[in-house]
């Protein structure tokens, strides 16, 4: 019986240890395993894009009502 070194783990492992990159099932667990991943790190993009969205309409809400603040001095001070 041949035996292999995992060296991440320390384990020994024989012939009857499934190898995680051609079985089947290992396949299956990597892919739901990218997947979760993926769908983890699309929600902290929707949170990403969130915050800029909530920061853009910040800025044009304070550019608007400055532009009216300005607006409105620049009326008054104005001779008529």
Same mark, same amino acid.
Request: net charge negative.
């Given at each position: 019986m041949q035996h292999n070194y995992d060296v991440d783990s320390g384990a020994v492992l024989n012939d009857t240890t499934p190898d995680l990159l051609t079985s089947g099932s290992g396949r299956g667990h990597m892919h739901a395993d990218a997947q979760t991943l993926? +769908? +983890?790190?699309? =929600?902290?993009?929707?949170?990403?894009?969130? =915050?800029?969205?909530?920061?853009?309409l910040s800025v044009i809400a304070h550019h608007?009502?400055?532009? =009216?603040?300005?607006?409105l001095f620049t009326l008054n001070i104005l001779p008529s």
């Open positions: 993926a +769908m +983890m790190l699309q =929600e902290q993009l929707d949170v990403i894009n969130n =915050e800029i969205r909530l920061r853009a608007h009502i400055y532009t =009216e603040a300005l607006l």
